[in-house]
């Protein structure tokens, strides 16, 4: 078993709405930074949602439409995604360890381990 995995991806038309769950486990489960990145093809991975300490930030580009949560009972990071764009077509990664932001390319540090999910595509046709 590996200590986050995301699902949740799938083919959705513009304007539609998706949630990406992320299932916690282990050292994954403690840690006070969770986030989630995403890569689209040919681009680098950028930082979308940041929970430190269960404060939210958001890049500028999802602001609004996107929203991070826990689930501290079962452990459950979330992604809620409407109002989904062709350009929110991208592999979504969650990841866990502190430090974190939404500039972050590397997560986790000596006191915290970071983590990465395995990733799922969304694709967002218009």
């Known amino acids: 078993i590996v200590p986050l995995v995301e699902s949740g991806g799938g083919s959705v038309e513009a304007g539609g709405s998706l949630t990406l769950p992320c299932a916690t486990y282990g050292g994954a489960t403690s840690s006070h930074c969770l986030g989630w990145f995403r890569q689209a093809p040919g681009q680098g991975r950028e930082g979308i949602a940041v929970?430190?300490?269960?404060?939210?930030t958001y890049r500028d580009s999802v602001k609004g439409r996107f929203t991070i949560s826990k689930d501290n009972v079962k452990n459950i990071l979330y992604l809620q995604m409407n109002n989904l764009k062709p350009e929110d077509t991208a592999i979504y990664y969650c990841?866990?360890?502190?430090?974190?932001?939404?500039?972050?390319?590397?997560?986790?540090?000596?006191?915290?381990?970071?983590?990465w999910g395995q990733g799922t595509q969304v694709t967002v046709s218009s």
């Open positions: 990841a866990s360890g502190c430090p974190m932001t939404i500039y972050s390319v590397g997560v986790g540090g000596v006191s915290d381990l970071g983590y």
């Open positions: 929970l430190d300490s269960g404060i939210a």
